[in-house]
Structure formats: structure tokens, C-alpha cells
């Protein structure tokens, strides 16, 4: 059974850069697409963005600008750097399993990431 | 970007009911339409994938349907546990998109 934890900082700065890792146990990173979506509070979901197990990305435009995600296949981990935060990037943070470029069958259990100096 | 819209936005139900969804894209997806529950508190659970595919282990009462933009989510008799809401998602093209969710409420 697959199962995925986040980790990294709770609280970060307005301005500063937010950083997520993902850790993958229970199957292998390779083979398979890997998603970030968050859900801001008492708000709906929103695709941030995904990484092969090969390096290649699919970003959201809306956040592309400010989006770095990377892999790990060494520790089973891939990773959320994005920049220049505001109170408008507070959310909870999910990492997920994407098949294939379709379905998020296997999610985290989210961390929530506050935007605050 | 596609737009995916639910309705209704909200819906006080009784045990037993009939329960249905609807999601409405702002483009043909191509029928690249999967269904999710998020309880309370919790990560999102898929339940249906490609408009009708009953993810497994997910209870028979969760069906979908529909085709081109307008597509169905229904829960034929619900159940308390069914408490949560329920959002549709198109992977049809970048950026993936989800609807604004269905919050379900048990009278």
C-alpha cells in the first residue's frame, strides 16, 4: 500500500520561499507521475503541479513563475520550492500519486502551510 | 484554463435518499472526468475515474455518468458516512481543474 507523508516548515514569511518534500513508502517513485495540490482554507482544491519519475514537469500556469519541483529517486522523496510567498499562498498542501496524467489515486495526509511574518 | 462547475453547491439530504451532482465543464474534456470525497478534516479519496469507473473497493451506490460537458455523480442511497464533500476533476489538458465541490449535509 502506498502511502505518502509531507514535511517542512509550517510557518513561513511573506516574501520567502515555502518548501515542501514528499516521502513515498510503500512502492517505488519510478513509473509514475507525482502531484502537489493545495486547498487554501475552507476553499476548493487546485492542481499545483507534477513530476515524472524521469525529471520531466507539468506546471500551473498561475504559479509557474514562482514553481520549482524536483525528485529524489535516491530517497524516494520529490520536492515543492515555491517563492516569493503571500498570505494568498496559505493553504493546506497535498502531495499525491498521479496515474498516468489522469487520476490522484493516493494522496498525503496534507500539512498546512501559513503565509505570516 | 477549463472551468468545471458544480451544482449544487451545498445539499441537506436524509438518510436513504437519492443524491445527485452535476459537473459542468466550460469545454468538451473528452470524457476525462474523475469524481473525489473529501471528509472532514482528511485528503481527498478518489471514487470514480474516466466518468464511470468505480474505483476499487468504493461502494456500488457511487455511480457517474455523462459525456462531452455535462456529466453526473450520484449516490443512489446514502449513508451517514457519505458526510463530505465531493468535487469533479478534468485531466483533459494543463492545468488540471476541479469544481468548486458539493458539501453534503445529513438532515
Known amino acids: 500500500q502506498v502511502q505518502l507523508q509531507e514535511s517542512g516548515p509550517r510557518l513561513v514569511k511573506p516574501s520567502e520561499t515555502l518548501s515542501l518534500t514528499c516521502s513515498i513508502s510503500?512502492?517505488?517513485?519510478?513509473?509514475?507521475?507525482w502531484a502537489w495540490i493545495r486547498q487554501a482554507p475552507g476553499k476548493g482544491l487546485e492542481w499545483i503541479g507534477s513530476?515524472?519519475?524521469?525529471?520531466?514537469?507539468n506546471y500551473n500556469p498561475s504559479l509557474k513563475s514562482r514553481l520549482t519541483i524536483s525528485l529524489d529517486m535516491s530517497r524516494n522523496q520529490f520536492s515543492l520550492k515555491l517563492s516569493s510567498v503571500t498570505a494568498a499562498d496559505t493553504a493546506i498542501y497535498y502531495c499525491?500519486?498521479?496515474?498516468?496524467?489522469?487520476?490522484?489515486?493516493?494522496w498525503g495526509q496534507g500539512t498546512l502551510v501559513t503565509v505570516s511574518s | 484554463d477549463i472551468e468545471m462547475t458544480q451544482s449544487p453547491s451545498s445539499l441537506s439530504t436524509s438518510v436513504g435518499d437519492r443524491v445527485t451532482i452535476t459537473c459542468q465543464a466550460s469545454?468538451?474534456?473528452?470524457?476525462?472526468l474523475n469524481w473525489y470525497q473529501q471528509k472532514p478534516g482528511k485528503a481527498p479519496k478518489l471514487l470514480i475515474y474516466?466518468?464511470?469507473n468505480l474505483e476499487t473497493g468504493v461502494p456500488a451506490r457511487f455511480s457517474g455518468s455523462g459525456s462531452g460537458t455535462d456529466f453526473t455523480f450520484t449516490i443512489s442511497s446514502l449513508q451517514p458516512e457519505d458526510l463530505a464533500t465531493y468535487y469533479c476533476?478534468?485531466?483533459?489538458?494543463?492545468?488540471?481543474?476541479f469544481g468548486q465541490g458539493t458539501k453534503l449535509e445529513i438532515k
Open positions: 499525491a500519486r498521479q496515474f498516468f496524467g489522469t487520476l490522484f489515486d493516493y
Open positions: 510503500g512502492g517505488s517513485i519510478s513509473n509514475y507521475w
Open positions: 513530476i515524472y519519475h524521469s525529471g520531466n514537469t
Open positions: 469545454q468538451d474534456i473528452n470524457n476525462h
Open positions: 474516466d466518468v464511470s
Open positions: 476533476q478534468h485531466y483533459d489538458n494543463l492545468p488540471y481543474t
